[in-house]
């Protein structure tokens, strides 16, 4: 697994399997890790994080989930019992519906069983609202609420170098696919309208490659969606 740098803060690896993208933005003594897989490969990307050196120093980490689908939230207990037994603090964080359904298991909303799974309920610590910002060492980044996919859904906008993560609202030509539970088109278009107006260097989404070139892809998207109409 080739870890792709997007200095100066920011590492992505692509997701194995059915993964997430998994990303860790760094600075100081603190990291955020940005959604963590089903948890079937969570070893792989620990290892990649291991023989960079990419982990030194850290004592503090933040387990943020773009939603609560189970292959961006089912690595998280692992790479928390990970951490914890290394004396390195972890704080869950994700938007406050996405927070409910992590910490009452909700399988139906959390897709487990389609992953042959049941999700195990944990406390989610920083219940975010649109606008609520997540501190990383100096770094400041911005929940954005993009219900579509999810209701829970969010994005996170890193105002520095103009990186948005968008989970699974926006991919390099398409968007998040909304006949699952508590999924809804229309909120999904207007998310992504809003999206559209971002200033956004690169789009950093929870499967497949890095979008590139945000305005044209939005064009697209845009093209895409008024075609489901
Ligand atoms: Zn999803």
């Known amino acids: 697994m080739i870890p792709i740098e997007i200095p100066p803060n920011t590492v992505m690896l692509r997701g194995h399997g059915w993964d997430s993208n998994v990303y860790l933005v760094k600075d100081e003594d ?20 291991l023989n960079e050196n990419y982990l030194n120093g850290i004592e503090r980490i933040t387990i943020f989930n773009t939603h ?4 961006h939230v089912g690595g998280n207990p692992a790479f928390r019992r990970y951490f914890e037994e290394r004396g390195i603090k972890v704080y869950f964080a994700a938007h406050r519906y996405t927070a409910q359904a992590l910490e009452s298991g909700d399988d139906y909303v959390i897709l487990s069983f389609y992953y042959g799974r049941s999700y195990t309920p944990h406390e989610v610590h920083l219940k975010l609202g649109d606008g609520d910002t997540l ?3 100096k770094l400041r980044l911005t929940l954005i609420h993009t219900p579509g996919h999810t209701r829970g859904s969010a994005c996170l906008y890193e105002p520095e170098e103009k990186l948005l993560f968008t989970g699974d609202t926006i991919f390099n030509g ?27 260097y690169l ?10 070139n945000w305005k044209e892809n939005f064009e697209y998207v845009k093209h895409l969606l008024e075609e489901q109409e």
């Not at 609560?68 to 292959?71: G, I, K, P």
């Not at 398409?174 to 971002?198: Q, Y």
């Not at 950093?204 to 979008?211: F, T, Y």
């Open 30 to 49: 603190e990291a955020l890790i940005i959604d963590t897989g089903t948890g079937v490969y969570w070893h792989k990307y620990m290892d990649v994080w």
């Open 68 to 71: 609560e689908h189970f292959d």
């Open 135 to 137: 501190r990383v060492g």
């Open 174 to 200: 398409t968007v998040g696919r909304t006949d699952l539970p508590t999924g809804n088109l229309e909120m999904l278009k207007k998310s992504i309208e809003r999206l559209g107006r971002l200033d956004v």
């Open 203 to 212: 789009g950093l989404p929870g499967h497949g490659g890095i979008i590139k």
